[in-house]
Structures are given as structure tokens and as C-alpha cells.
């Protein structure tokens, strides 16, 4: 095991280019069971999510080729092998494999999903969805068992705005019988690129980014070439890092208008931001006005980026207000920028930053991938070196951040755990 330190303080330059979108990738790679020939996907981030993916997709009878960052899929000898435990464990978008595996084959086997603990993120959504459209679904042993004679189109209106049941639902309708309606569908740009891929391979697809979502069942859906959209989150991560510790920093390969929420809030704040069409340039400023954000479904403020804005708020004069509204564990990493002397407190459902304050290194462990994100913005504002466990969080979601924050100035670098550190990192 790892842990990365970063020595802050100094001011970050020159120019990042950001990956392709983990939470389309993760979506995507399932879609490709869909089809009955060659799927090659362009421009995929390198991280541990799509290597597991990559590994699902193999176990039932898929064969995966990686060439760069191009993922060739050939999905014509898969079965509707069941995947009760193991890889489908790791990480929590596995549940998409429901979808699509239902949708190919009619059945399905997936083990309950594992991936970042952020409180209870139900599925009662993608059951209700599936039902409507004819599946039986059972829960036995810790593994969710999907049936269907045939699926047939249905009216689904989903009692909560959700990502994960709006993508899976379409997964598994785009080959049921006749006319799909999703209403109070999420409208995330990461919905829209895997309704493009899908439309590519033949599916019959209207109102992907409208909270109503019109499918036509077709019989059969062919192979295609899909390039995946940058990775939002991402772009906002390192444009919370330009504004806290950047003097000029040119984000590249972004669609600016996916982050408009996040670039309002860092305009209220007195930052400097210059939009080209996929590229973002961020001036440092001194002196920064604290301000409040409210996490909402999308098109509001993304609750992924909640966390490394926390960071960058204990720069900011005055008192600032983090309200999340999505994920009620989103507040773990409040506990560690303590540690490096933020001064946050938390009541309910919001965090309470004071600020300007002058952060100092620390011992601390990321609980979760965007927490890690918040580690490492604070780490770079910080006076000393800041020693951060819990590299597996982060490298689920951040393409070679390491490599990416030295060539922008940061002094960074990974070192092996020694066994006490294992040991205490374990049962802390």
C-alpha cells in the first residue's frame, strides 16, 4: 500500500489536460453487452474502476482489448454467466451490468454493489424500473436475481431523480417490446453520452438530458465507435485547484458549460476565469470572498465537488455555508481538514466554514474519492507536508493525479507504506 505526500505552498502553473468522464465509463462498458458486434470505446480515463470493469466484462465470455486508452469490446460471446460476488463487489456502478445483462439476455445474477460508502444509496429505483418493464427480481443472498419472459415497455416515473436508476432503466429498455417512458429522469451529461452510444449502436432514444426520457424498443443493436465526454468532476477538481493554489492554469479538454454552477460560485468568490470552447484559464487571486453553496440534482451544484470546494473555502474571508442535499455521509473529510486546522463545523446537514485560515500538514486518511480530492486541495494551501492514506479511493477517479500535479509545479510523490503504518491504517 501507498500514501501520497505533497509538500504545500507552492503555486501551481501551466497547463492540465483532463481525462475522459469516470461516470461514463462506468456506465458505458456495461452498455457494450448490448450489442451484437465489435463496441470500441475512444478517450477512457486510466483508472482502477474500468480495469474492473474491463475484468467483468471477460468473465462472461467478453473479449477486451486496451490499446491506449481505446477499450475494443467484442461482446458476441457473452452468456448470462452469474456474478454473484468478487470484481462486481468492488465498485458500485457494477449494478449497470442489471441492466444491460437484462436487456441482452433477460435474466441476470449481480452481486450487491460495493464502491465508495456515502450512506444508504438505495436501488429501490432500478427494481421498480424493472419490474414495470416484466422482470422479476429477487434479492437471495446478497445477490439481486433478475427474470424475464420478455420485457415490455413501460411508464416509469422515478420517486427520487436518479443517475444510476435513469441509466439503468434505459439499458434494459432499449431492446423491451414497444414504448419506454421514463418521467423525473436525471439529466446529467454523463446520461446523454451513454444514450449517444446507444442511439450509435441503433436504439431508438429521445429526451436524454430533459427529465423525460422516450425509448423505442428495437430487436437488435450493432457494434460502434463512441468517444467518451470529459470527465466534469474531474475539470472542476482541478479548476477548485487553480483557483486555491494556482497563479495561471490552462484546463484543457473540458465543455465548460458542464461546470456552470461551480463556475458561478468561483466568479462570486472574485476568481478569474477565461472559457474558451474546451479549454478553461484560471487567475490566482489573493483575496477571496467566502460565499455558500447548496448541493442539487443536476444542473445545480454537483455533490461530487463539494468537498474540494470545503477546501478551497478556508481561504475565503468570511463564514461560508456547505449545504448536501444528495448524500448524507458526505461530510467525512470535515473530520481530517480539522486535523490540518480548518476551522468547519457541522450541523445537520451542513458545514459551517470560517475562514481566512492557514493550514498546516497532517497525517490524514482519504474515507472516499471526492474526500480525497478535498485532502489533496488542502494539502497544497498547506504549510508543511501533508501524508495522505486511502490512495485507492482516489485513483478510482483521478487519472495519474500524481503525474499530473507535479507537471503543474506541485512537490508530490508516492511512498510505500511501512507494515505499522498498514496495521494502523487498518483499524483506524
Not at 446478497?142 to 416515473?157: F, P, Q, V
Not at 457494434?223 to 468532476?233: K, L, Q, S, Y
Not at 476565469?273 to 447548496?294: A, C, P, T, Y
Amino acid at each position: 500500500m501507498q500514501k501520497l505526500l505533497i509538500e504545500g505552498g507552492h503555486l501551481l502553473n501551466g497547463k492540465v489536460r483532463i481525462s475522459g468522464a469516470k461516470n461514463s465509463a462506468v456506465a458505458l462498458l456495461p452498455a457494450a453487452i448490448l450489442a451484437d458486434s465489435k463496441v470500441i470505446i475512444e478517450g477512457l480515463p486510466n483508472i482502477s474502476d474500468v480495469d474492473t470493469l474491463s475484468g467483468l466484462l471477460e468473465e462472461i465470455g467478453g473479449k477486451v482489448e486496451q490499446r491506449g486508452k481505446t477499450l475494443h469490446i467484442d461482446p458476441s460471446g457473452m452468456t448470462s454467466m452469474p456474478l454473484p460476488n468478487g470484481r462486481v463487489k468492488k465498485l458500485r456502478a457494477s449494478y449497470y451490468f442489471m441492466g444491460a445483462m437484462l436487456g441482452r439476455f433477460k435474466k441476470a445474477v449481480i452481486g450487491l454493489p460495493g464502491g465508495c460508502y456515502l450512506g444508504p444509496r438505495p436501488i429501490d429505483q432500478h427494481i421498480k424500473g424493472f419490474e414495470a418493464l416484466g422482470a422479476e427480481v429477487t434479492n437471495e443472498q446478497g445477490a439481486i436475481y433478475l427474470r424475464a419472459d420478455e420485457l415490455r415497455g413501460a411508464r416509469i416515473y422515478l420517486d427520487v431523480v436518479s443517475v444510476g436508476a435513469t441509466i439503468n432503466i434505459m439499458l434494459a429498455a432499449v431492446k423491451a417490446k414497444g414504448k419506454t417512458i421514463i418521467e423525473n429522469a436525471a439529466r446529467e451529461p454523463e446520461i446523454i453520452d451513454v444514450a449517444t452510444l446507444l442511439t450509435s449502436m441503433g436504439a431508438k432514444i429521445k429526451g436524454a438530458g430533459t427529465d423525460v426520457i422516450r425509448i423505442e424498443g428495437v430487436d437488435q443493436l450493432s457494434g460502434c465507435m463512441h468517444t467518451i465526454i470529459p470527465d466534469r468532476i474531474e475539470a472542476g477538481t482541478y479548476t477548485i485547484l487553480a483557483a486555491a493554489q494556482g497563479e495561471k492554469m490552462l484546463i484543457d479538454n473540458v465543455i465548460p458549460q458542464h461546470l456552470e454552477p461551480l463556475l458561478a460560485k468561483l466568479r462570486e468568490m472574485g476568481i478569474e476565469i477565461e472559457e474558451g470552447e474546451e479549454q478553461l484559464l484560471v487567475h490566482r487571486r489573493e483575496d477571496l470572498k467566502s460565499v455558500d453553496i447548496k448541493t442539487l440534482v443536476h444542473p445545480g451544484f454537483p455533490t461530487d465537488l463539494q468537498q474540494p470546494f470545503t477546501s478551497l473555502l478556508t481561504r475565503a474571508n468570511g463564514t461560508g455555508v456547505v449545504t448536501d442535499t444528495i448524500y448524507q455521509a458526505r461530510f467525512k473529510h470535515i473530520d481530517e481538514l480539522r486535523r490540518m486546522n480548518a476551522q468547519i463545523k457541522v450541523e445537520g446537514s451542513s458545514a459551517i466554514v470560517s475562514g481566512p485560515v492557514k493550514l498546516e500538514g497532517a497525517k490524514v486518511k482519504a474515507t472516499d474519492l471526492r474526500a480525497g480530492a478535498s485532502l489533496i486541495v488542502a494539502a497544497l494551501m498547506a504549510e508543511g507536508i501533508t501524508e495522505i492514506t486511502g490512495l485507492e479511493h482516489i485513483d478510482r477517479g483521478y487519472e495519474n493525479i500524481t503525474q499530473k500535479l507535479a507537471e503543474l509545479g506541485a512537490k508530490v510523490w508516492r511512498e510505500e507504506m511501512t507494515p505499522e503504518e498498514i496495521e494502523q491504517f487498518q483499524n483506524s
